[in-house]
Structures are given as structure tokens and as C-alpha cells.
């Protein structure tokens, strides 16, 4: 028998390796939240210059028990890191076992790179679901705003909304460069058809790049900025009873949960879907905090950006360190690894583990030495 893994040994359920099995993600994990699936490239379509519709369904007729807000990772064999992409459809508008994707080419990208063939017909393994993003439970009025690409989830989450009649108002800020980067704005449109009656859905969509004597004749500047200026110091949309519902790059969502943080919403009204990516900080555990519940193992995309350390030596001159001891089985009698550690060239930046952990002790934020388990008693 031959496997890419060294060894796998149970620890309340989550399978240990000491070696990358990253390259050969063939099979779930035992209890893991992940379920990691082999499936073929369906269709690969431009939406506009640089963003594709990407659709994969899994083999074997399985399926992934998601919902609208999630996304999942997407890894080919010949990348050596998956990448995040968010459910770009409700699973009540989806056939069985499919799942589309809104993909934006970043320049020199590694799964941007990939996309520049058309990959359809090739084998992908999609992970998931991931991420806590959903539609909540309130009758609120929903502020949506999404930029570029972003536009996936938050078009998953009206499908939804408007597949269950919900009856809440529904403002849909969607933020593009120009129109030749704007993509199923009728579709979008046309969700208002399947509204609850007697509740409005409106999409407005926002350009920031749009030459001044074009024939626009809709929103033009930032989208937070037109969101403002129209729609919040206008009145339209009411702050005592909304939830907000951002999908997209970082400083966009920045920028709008300051708006609506001074309009008086509080954050717990707020809920984001951050398109964080190879320029954001790979976050840190504080190990003085960690009470090893193996939340986070359980929702890691990848193998082995979350390692079960015995221990950590040789310091970097960057801080990190340079020796990682896996656990290893033959030499380590109690049931508990020593230190939790990411491996920040592993991370993907997904950020499933700073959302999973229920003791606040994961964050991009912590500026931390890892410390094992001995230090820290010995503090
Ligand atoms: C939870 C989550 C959901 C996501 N959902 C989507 C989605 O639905 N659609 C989507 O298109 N993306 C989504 N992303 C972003 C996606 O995971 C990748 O980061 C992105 O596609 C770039 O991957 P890449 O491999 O092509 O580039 P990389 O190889 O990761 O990056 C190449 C270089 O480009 C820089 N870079 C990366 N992104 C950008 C950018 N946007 N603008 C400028 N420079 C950049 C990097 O810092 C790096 O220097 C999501 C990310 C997360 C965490
Ligand atoms: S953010 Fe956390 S879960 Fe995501 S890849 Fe990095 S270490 Fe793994
Ligand atoms: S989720 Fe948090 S507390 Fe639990 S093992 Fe991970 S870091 Fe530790």
C-alpha cells in the first residue's frame, strides 16, 4: 500500500499527518466540518474582461450541504495551494451537486494564472462549506453592498431571500469600475419579481471609473460614498432596523461598516464576507489563550496551515521560527499535542479559524511570539 502520509493517528477525531498531505486531499477528514470532494470543471465563461463564471460539479453525483454565504476552497493538481471562492448561488438555485463560482483574474495570480486556459472539462477538488456569512433571522431592512467579484455571495444570499419570501426590504449596493465591468445586472434586476409582495428589492448598481460623458445614467463614485450621500443622509434606507451584508475586498467593507458605524448601526448588525488574499496578515494563535478544542482544525481548508507542534525552535530573524516539530505519535505519550502554530506559507488567508475559535484566540492582529504549552507555564 502507498500513501503520501507518513502516519494518521485519532485525536478526539481530527486525523494527525506529519507530512504535507496537501497534495493528495482525495477524502474527507474524520469529522472534520471540511468535506474535501473531487469534482469537474463544468463550464468556464468571461462575465466581463477579467471575471469568469466558473461552474464545477462534484463526482459521483455527491453533494455539499452548504448555505447562501458560504464559500469553499478550489485546488487543481498542478497548483500547490487551494484558493477561497465564495458560493457565487443559492443551493435552492443550483442543480444538485453544482456549484458556481464569480472569479476575478488578479495580474500574475496563481489561480488567476490557472484561469487563463479555458479549464473546462479538467479534474478540481473543492473543499467546503466554509464561513458563517448567511442571511440572519430578523424582518430588518437588508443593506447589501458588494464590489467586484463580491458579487457572489451577496447574490447567493437574495436568491435565497427571495426563493424564501422573506419580508424585509432589500437595498443591493454593487460597486464596479465601469460598465463593461458590471455582469448579470438584468438577472439581478429581475430578482424583484420574485419578491415578497409588498417588500421592495432594489439593485443600484455604482461605478467609480466611469468616463464623465458616457451614457451612464446611474450611480457613479465609490459605492459606500453614493450609499451615504443618497440612500442613508436621504433617509431612504432607515439605521434603527437594518442588517448589513458586505461581500468583497477589504477596504471597501472597511469603508462601509465606518459608514453605517456612524450612522449609529452597531457591529452586531453587520456581517462580511472578506475577499482577504495573499497581501493580508496570516493570523497568529495565542497559545495562552488556546484551550487545545480543536475548533479551528476543524475548519482549516488546507492540511497543514494549522500544525500540532511537539515543538518550536530556531528563531527567525522575522520572529517566526525556523524548526516546527510535528507531533509525532511514537514520541508523544499524552492524548494533547504541545502548541498549535500556523505555517503563515501554508495559510490561504481564509480566516475560517479566527471565525471558528470560541476563545478569541486567534487574530491577524495578535503580534505574538508562539509560545509552547512549557513556556507558558513556566511564565
Ligand atoms: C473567504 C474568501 C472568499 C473569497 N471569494 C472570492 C470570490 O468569490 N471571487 C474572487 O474572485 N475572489 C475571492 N476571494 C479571493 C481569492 O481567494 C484569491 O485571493 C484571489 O482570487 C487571488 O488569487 P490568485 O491565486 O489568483 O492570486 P495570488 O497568487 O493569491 O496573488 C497574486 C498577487 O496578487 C495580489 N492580489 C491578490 N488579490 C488581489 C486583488 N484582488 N487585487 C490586487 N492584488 C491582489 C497578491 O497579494 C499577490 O501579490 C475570496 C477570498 C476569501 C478569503
Ligand atoms: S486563515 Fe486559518 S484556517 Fe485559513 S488557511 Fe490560514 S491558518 Fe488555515
Ligand atoms: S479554536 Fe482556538 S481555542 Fe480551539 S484549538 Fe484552535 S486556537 Fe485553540
Redesign the pocket.
Known sequence: MSSKIDFVYPNNGVPHSKTNVESAPQSDVQNSRVKIKNAIITSQENLTDD?FLLTVKLDNNEVLNSHAGQ?GTLKADELDKP????F?KSPTSEKKGEFS?????????????YLKENRTGQKIVLSGP??QFKIDESNEDMICIAG???M??INAIVEEAAHNKVKRNCYFFYGARAQKDLYLVDEISKISEKWANGYTFKFIPVLSEEPEDSDWKGGRGFVTDYFKDNYLKTGVVKTESCKAFFCG?PPMINAGAKVLEEAGVSQDSMFF???????SPAPVIDNSKCVLCDECLLVKPTADCIVETASLSGKKENGKFANIERVNPAFTSGLYYNTLYIDEDKC????ACVHACPHDAISPQHDLEPKTLRNIVEI
Not at 484558493?83 to 465564495?86: E, G, H, P, V
Not at 490561504?348 to 480566516?351: F, L
Open positions: 471575471t464559500y484558493r477561497a471562492f465564495s457565487a463560482f464569480f472569479i476575478k483574474q488578479v495580474p500574475g495570480g496563481l489561480f488567476s494564472e466554509m464561513g467586484g467579484s463580491g457572489s455571495a475586498p464576507d472578506k475577499f482577504e488574499d495573499a497581501r490561504i488567508r481564509c480566516y
